[in-house]
Nanobody, 124 residues
Framework: QVQLVESGGGLVQAGGSLRLSCAAS????????MGWFRQAPGKERDFVAV????????IYVDSVKDRFTISRDNAKSTVYLQMNSLKPEDTAVYYC?????????????????WGQGTQVTVSS
């Protein structure tokens, strides 16, 4: 079993920045690919970014490319999402997720473990 705890959400003005963190426990962190998803009110949970086990490969949804950066520190069992140039449409609850199977990807059903989410609100 893997436990995931997100932090770093909050209220920020448009154009501002936030860094989300997700601390993992319960399994060797380097054996997990890690993803970030978000869910806005009344909408489905959408893929944001994923990072491979080594950190050498990443995938982003087009709407956040060049603004968000996913990274990981395997020594600290933590994955990060640096969010710059935030827009009101980025407002959502952000979830980190862990995938214990080989490979990595953007599909929701790949992921075995989920955090409780952290709220990000971007005001205009």
């Amino acid at each position: 079993q893997v436990q995931l705890v997100e932090s770093g959400g909050g209220l920020v003005q448009a154009g501002g920045s936030l860094r989300l963190s997700c601390a993992a426990s319960g399994r060797t962190f380097s054996s997990l690919s890690m993803g970030w998803f978000r869910q806005a009110p009344g909408k489905e949970r959408d893929f944001v970014a994923v990072i491979s086990r080594s950190g050498g490969n990443t995938i982003y949804v087009d709407s956040v490319k060049d603004r968000f950066t996913i990274s990981r520190d395997n020594a600290k069992s933590t994955v990060y999402l640096q969010m710059n140039s935030l827009k009101p449409e980025d407002t959502a609850v952000y979830y980190c997720a862990a995938d214990k199977d080989p490979g990595y990807g953007r599909h929701y059903n790949r992921y075995d473990y989920w955090g409780q989410g952290t709220q990000v609100t971007v005001s205009s």
